[in-house]
């Protein structure tokens, strides 16, 4: 998977198959996941989702951003609380 260091410190994904496995893994531990609210513009969209991971509840925003030809060019994925994400990497590491 090809990673850049992004500006703000995070670390970005880059690519489509980066993406694509990135999904297909959270996937399989999400319960529950469902859109609240969808937001939709002519060159961007955002969405706002709920899920849970066992006892733990979580919700967050996509920010999609599209090109001239309406391929995805930028997607940025919010979740929250962080201190259940953290603990659900470990257990996704395991």
Same mark, same amino acid.
């Given at each position: !998977?090809? =990673? =850049? /260091?992004?500006?703000?410190?995070? !670390?970005?994904?880059? $690519? /489509? +198959? #980066? =993406? @694509?496995?990135? @999904?297909?893994?959270?996937?399989?531990?999400? &319960?529950?996941? /469902?859109?609240? %609210? &969808?937001?939709? $513009?002519?060159?961007?969209?955002?969405? /706002?989702?709920?899920? %849970?991971?066992?006892? #733990? #509840?979580?919700? $967050? !925003?996509?920010? *999609? %951003?599209?090109?001239? #030809?309406?391929?995805?060019?930028?997607?940025?994925?919010?979740?929250?609380?962080?201190?259940? *994400? !953290?603990?659900? $990497? &470990? +257990?996704?590491? %395991?």
């Amino acid at each position: !998977m090809s =990673t =850049t /260091e992004h500006p703000r410190g995070a !670390m970005a994904q880059l $690519g /489509e +198959e #980066a =993406t @694509l496995a990135s @999904l297909r893994q959270s996937f399989g531990f999400f &319960e529950n996941f /469902e859109c609240a %609210r &969808e937001f939709v $513009g002519d060159k961007s969209h955002a969405q /706002e989702f709920r899920y %849970r991971v066992g006892d #733990a #509840a979580f919700n $967050g !925003m996509d920010s *999609i %951003r599209l090109d001239a #030809a309406g391929k995805v060019s930028d997607l940025v994925v919010l979740v929250r609380p962080v201190s259940d *994400i !953290m603990k659900r $990497g &470990e +257990e996704a590491a %395991r």
